[in-house]
């Protein structure tokens, strides 16, 4: 099958779980936003997951070509994925 290279930018607490602001990533061409995570949860264990799964604090945010994405959101070559949590207001 064929390979995908996606740039995942990390940005505050994801900046911090990971030690990087931002990397390549090999996936399977069709992987789609979930994948994606999974494989990120794999590379940088517990504490990500934790921050990933976790919907009670502040729902996580992948933004691709500047819009929010699903989890089923299929990844094209050459992609930018943000992560991050949505800005607050008040």
Known sequence: ???IHITVK???TFS???GRRQETVELESGATI???ALR????Y???L?????????????????DRPAD???VLSDGEEVLITYPAGGG
């Open 49 to 65: 997951k934790d921050r990933l799964d976790n919907d009670e604090t502040r729902p996580v945010l992948f933004l691709v070509a």
């Open 34 to 36: 979930d994948v994606l």
């Open 10 to 12: 990390y940005l505050g």
């Open 1 to 3: 099958m064929r390979k």
């Open 16 to 18: 911090q779980l990971t």
């Open 71 to 73: 989890g089923n959101r």
């Open 40 to 43: 990120l949860v794999q590379k």
């Open 45 to 47: 264990g517990r504490n």
